[in-house]
């Protein structure tokens, strides 16, 4: 039987919407002791363990220099390389894990799988992207749009133009969770999940934001404070590339699109970028572009989210 340890896991956005103000500012605040030069070993001795089954630059390092930050340890664990890749089991896998270190995180294909490897640590599991959801990406995010704005998200309007990926989806629950709206222009048949979509409109419901769909990225752009993509092929769609250049032809941000867009707008993209297709160098290499920033924020964010699943004392869950 999956053991149950009260242990708090990070899976979707909807894990953290309560406490996303204290994570900012806490993220806020690591920032600037970094920049500083006073990082402070607050979780001295924790281990993490970091399961991939996908490429990754951003999220790998940012986890791993947090928790080297932190005091800790990180593990990069190739699923290839796991007995994972030979058949052993996500459970077992767990169970064995929860043994050697503090908490996993996991960037996964399926998210039936992230919920397994959940349900049978004894530790904490962080969602490092799976085909449902990115959660820590949107931390970095909201992190990015908060310094920008002075800590106001109300009154602030984001676009999303592109595919209703992983990354719209936490996108859509984090906006709606601080009461930022937010309007994302999707291609027919490419439209963020409608239970997704629903939990993000309970959301923001009580904090007065408004999540709209559309087609047209211009009404989407339209006297937006922030424009963000993600690109048209994410990892695992490849089989369906051609059809997908094909339907997201159109929705590029390029410097036209962007002179829609209010004059102090700026531009956000969680990266790799595909540059040509979603986005022109231009505006990726211009002056409006924070995804510089979101890149580093990466960082900060996965401390504040590992201080809040790690608790500061030690103590071994396990057998005898
Ligand atoms: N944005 C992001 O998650 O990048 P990586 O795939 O490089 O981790
Ligand atoms: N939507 C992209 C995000 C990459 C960080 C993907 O899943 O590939």
Redesign the pocket.
Known sequence: MPRTSGKRDLLSVTDIAADLGPLLARATRLKAERHRGAVRATRPGRNLAMIFEKPSTRTRTSFEVAMTDLGGHALYLSSKDLQLGRGETIADTARVLSRFVDAICYRAFRHADMVELARWATVPVVNA?DDLE?PC?IVADLLTMHQRWKGRFRGHRLAWVGDG???LHSLLLGSAAVGLDLTAAVPIGYDPRPDVLGAARALAEKSKATIEVVRDPREAVRDADAVYT??WV???DEADREAREAAFRGYQVNDDLLARARPAAFVLH???AHRGQEITDSVLDGPRSAAWDQAENRLHAQKAILERLLPPARGRRGGD
């Open positions: 992207l990115h990406q990926n992983n990354v993600d690109v994410s990892m695992g969680d990266l790799p």
